[in-house]
């Protein structure tokens, strides 16, 4: 069995599991109970100066019959006295010495800061986040991502922090800023021990048409709130990717965040450079139990690739993540229909004529009906073959590939019903050899798609 | 103006109330659930199998999406009586059987319940009138009279009403709807659930209703009857909507007499008749091998007789009741006996029943010294229908094949007398009210364009 314990800036997990500073990481009792389900770590709720909260506070969109896709809040910091957050932080890592405790900061005042740095470390906090991500409320008071989207500002705090904390700083930031390499810089300029993404992303949730006010609802009001669940998953992605790519930021080691619901999920960040990866909204809706197929399943993986340790992972796939312009365009793949398995509900035929090329063709027509159909290239032959299932009346027919027409753009095959119908086969490229785009810039025959300027910039650093 | 269709009211107490329904209503969260199993087929194989061409998957989208009038009005668009159709239809050999999930060897989706949800939950609120308020056209000043008040002739009316025309209903029985108020298996629809779509349809227009009024040939009209002729006469154009006749008899020994009835004739009193009682009747014969007798077989079991069986003379791979409504009625105890015969039905001295006279039968018929008594004291007939000819030949012109059924050319369902079209049992020969409704709609198209002259 690999072996799942992390070290992050020295600091020990039993698993690369943590649970993120929201709800769930709210009390005393519900962390402990976290770990003795298998969480390796816990960022405490957000502690900082006394707020108030409201009701409601989260938001949730569904997707056909998958419920809450997304979730989004409008809650703030911890609203329990800071006094009674750290006496169960100490019950905490007295009980759950080998766990991972994290304690999640936001105040204003360097003095402030200094104090409450203090404060967590004496009750034996092994990390420090500082949330700089935070998109509603904290930030409309100068917290939060108010400092995340000021690189100047972030570095600065971090710079305090860095110099009082006697403990590794990890500094989270926010996605809603143009470019997540500005704050993950600063962060990196400022001393950062790590980084921690994504937090959420600045979101209404939905609008209530009766009442006429957006979601979630406070009294006749509403307000934008923190965007997360597995509908942010390949967002927190890429800035996870962008962070572990970063030459400033590129030795800091990541806390992915951002949609993670499980050992898949966790694997992908981890592929992409995570150290460790924190889970909120999978655990809202499921509870902790959810990571014990986590572990499992993580594990399960690794001795099938026979990897020893998660360590051996990270960044696996990073460097095949490259621009744009790396791109192979020789490579060549058509989609491939299988008749064996194809029910006939020809969702690839609408989803091609209407969604991209117009390259699948319903057997048994005319060169006519064909073309009045929207097809603009008719193959000489349309082979029809029928469906060859139950229940299906006679003269249903599985869906033809017209190679000469498909640019291998994988619609067909996202929406097919039946997994594995539809799969997309390598084809002779057209070029005859690998070639990219950049290969072209450099060569003279073709321009940047950027300017001219980033091809002259990238043959001088060439 | 008032209600145009007054709902009638059945006597309190009839056996059909005790039957509970096979398929219960959706709420929205069970509706809003299964809709999204959709796939949403592209040239889906559901509107295909639908004889009324209803586009499902479209219609169960805007169920998905909460549009849930849309979804109605796009149900309605091709049957206007698709909330009966919800109910009754065969969807197990129709949509539902052509589900591409059924492939996969998924549940199909559960089509006719979410037909239900979208009809009932729209049509409760408001009926048709409400739906089409801003469609409905003005008086045409054109009358069309339809002879019989089943689903083909309800149909027919309200598409004529919602274009202007005024329809006249002549209906020898004294409640409207034909089968479907009193022929449809309780636990798929109930007789004041017909009425209530009938009323719904009566709402579009100029829609009038003349019960206990038979239609006849010859030259005089008399109280209760009203000759063809006059019809011919009176209105621009004429609907045939007479369905079938009684029940067919056996010719067994002992079939006169009482606790012998037509499976249809006993579905009826069942459905409308609070005087009708079983007491006594422990074992039960239904004699037949079609869908009317699975019905009455498998509402005999549900009403509580304790054994009853359905007699049919020939294999069990020959029987024309569609295998799901067998299942269905064996699992209430319906007991299937094939290749077998009644040959007399032996009665006591009162005159009542002990007891049927059973035979093996090969090729469908009796073979001698095979006969066995089997107990019973109730026998119901379920061997076929009669023609309803004579109302037909009353209209000049109109003519039948040989096994009794009104000709009409299949795009138009014009018969051989220009003002004169038909649909539904008397022209298919017995089919489902889905067919019905199909038949009145491309009849209706024709006499559109011919009342337009």
Redesign the interface.
Known sequence: MADLSIDFCGVKSPNPFWLASAPPANTGGQVMRAFDAGWGGAVWKTLGNPITNVSSRFGGIDY??ARMMGLNNIELITDRPLEVNLREMYEVKKRYPKHTLVASLMVETREDWREIIKKVEDVGSDLLELNFGCPHGMCERGMGSAVGQEPKVLEEITRWVVEDAKVPVIIKLTPNTGDINEPAEAAAKGGAHAISLINTIKSLMGVDLERMVPTPRVADKSTNGGYCGPAVKPIALFMVSQVAKNELSRGLPISGIGGISNWRDAAEFIALGATSVQVCTAVMHYGYRIVEDMIEGLSDFLDSRGMKSVSELRGKALGSYVEWGELDLDYNIKASINAESC?????C??ACMDGAHQCIH?PGRSKEQSEAAGHYHIPAEIPAVP?K?????AG?FVPVVDDHECIGCNLCALVC??PGTITMVEKPGLIGRKETWNDRVDQGRDLNPGSLDSTVARRAKR | MPPSFVLPVLPDGRLEQRIGESKPAYNEAEAV?EA??C???????CI??CPTGIDIPTFIRKI?TGNVKGAARTILAENLLGYSCARVCPVEVLCA????????ERQ?IAIGRLQRYATETTLDNGGMKALYASSLKASTGKKVAMVGAGPASIAAAGLLAMEGHKVVIFERKQVAGGLNSLGIAPYKLKANDAFKEIAWVFDLGDIELRTGIEVVGGDFTIEGKITAKSLLSEFDAVFLGLGLGPDSALGAKGEDGPGVHGAVELIERIKSDAGLSLAGVSHALVIGGGNTAIDIAHELALLGVQEVSMVYRRSSEQLSAYAHEIEYGMKHGVRVRTERVLTEIVRDASGAITHGKLAHAKDGKAVAGTEELVPCQLVAMAIGQSRATDVAKAFEGVELDGKGRVVVDAATHRTGNAKVWSGGDCVNGGKEVVNAAQEAKLAVRDMLRALAG
Do not use: E, F, K, Q
């Open positions: 056909a019959n029910i006939g509900c020809n969702l035929y609408t319903i469906v299932v139950a229940g299906v009346p249903r019903p039946v | 659930t999204n199993r796939l949403y087929c592209a040239d889906a194989p295909r199998a998905a059987g052509a589900c591409v999930y059924n492939a996969w199909p």
